[in-house]
């Protein structure tokens, strides 16, 4: 069974810090996508990242795919209160003949002001 | 254009009664997934339809639930003699599927509470 392991599971911090989320796993992805979610909705897709070493930035937003295709991370620089939500990461097998997604248990992300 | 709904949006149920939970896909989307949030256990993936094909059942958790999508549309989770553990945020998404990183676009969610 494939897992992805997110850390840490809530994050608390003041608008105007920095903070790393981070997406690990024993297993290959063949990509792996991040996603935002806000209370009483469904996830928004923000990023997927295909090649290893990979870095794509959206904003005060980077994200990073590992070299092995096992882990990622995302940067969020300076946040803000919008910010605040729930981060999931989700992995593609390479191994799965559909596209459904393996999610991580996420990062419940509070930004105060 | 809509995006994906789901309905109801929340279905407060007794344990044992059966319950049926509906999901309309973005117009043009041929494939349908269906997923499971609760607390502690994160997204768990449930059934996968691509168009005409056989859906992909292996995350069904038991005998107990079903889906169907008629006319490559609309979905319907059907899940029988509710438990208390059931209850959870169900959640629907669709995709054009054109390929392994197709963006999936989920809907609200059904928040189903088992009694």
């Known amino acids: 069974t494939q897992l992805l392991e997110q850390s840490p599971q809530f994050l608390s911090i003041q608008e105007g810090e920095n903070l790393t989320v981070y997406c690990n796993s024993s297993?290959?992805?063949?990509?792996l996508q991040w996603y935002r979610q806000e209370p009483g909705e469904g996830p928004v897709l923000l990023v997927t990242v295909v090649t290893g070493g990979e870095v794509k930035k959206l904003k005060r937003l980077t994200f990073q795919f590992g070299d092995a295709r096992k882990d990622s991370s995302l940067h969020i620089t300076a946040a803000q209160t919008g910010d605040t939500g729930l981060y999931l990461c989700?992995?593609?097998?390479?191994?799965?003949?559909?596209?459904?997604?393996?999610f991580g248990k996420g990062t419940t992300l509070s930004v105060s002001s | 254009g809509a995006g994906v709904s789901q309905s109801p949006s929340n279905k407060v149920t007794e344990k044992g009664k059966d319950v049926e939970l509906r999901c309309d896909p973005i117009?043009?989307?041929?494939?349908l997934y269906w997923y499971r949030q609760s607390l502690g256990q994160g997204l768990e993936f449930l059934i996968y339809?691509?168009?005409?094909?056989?859906?992909?059942k292996s995350g069904l958790p038991s005998d107990r639930f079903s889906a169907e999508r008629t006319g490559g549309s609309v979905s319907t989770l059907t899940i029988q003699r509710t438990q208390q553990e059931d209850s959870a945020v169900y959640l629907c998404?669709?995709?054009?599927?054109?390929?392994?990183?197709?963006?999936?676009?989920f809907g609200p969610g059904t928040r189903l509470t088992v009694l």
């Open positions: 998404a669709s995709s054009l599927a054109r390929g392994p990183t197709d963006t999936q676009y």
């Open positions: 989700a992995g593609i097998s390479p191994n799965q003949a559909g596209t459904a997604l393996i």
């Open positions: 117009s043009g989307h041929t494939a």
């Open positions: 339809f691509q168009g005409n094909s056989a859906p992909d």
């Open positions: 297993s290959v992805f063949s990509s």
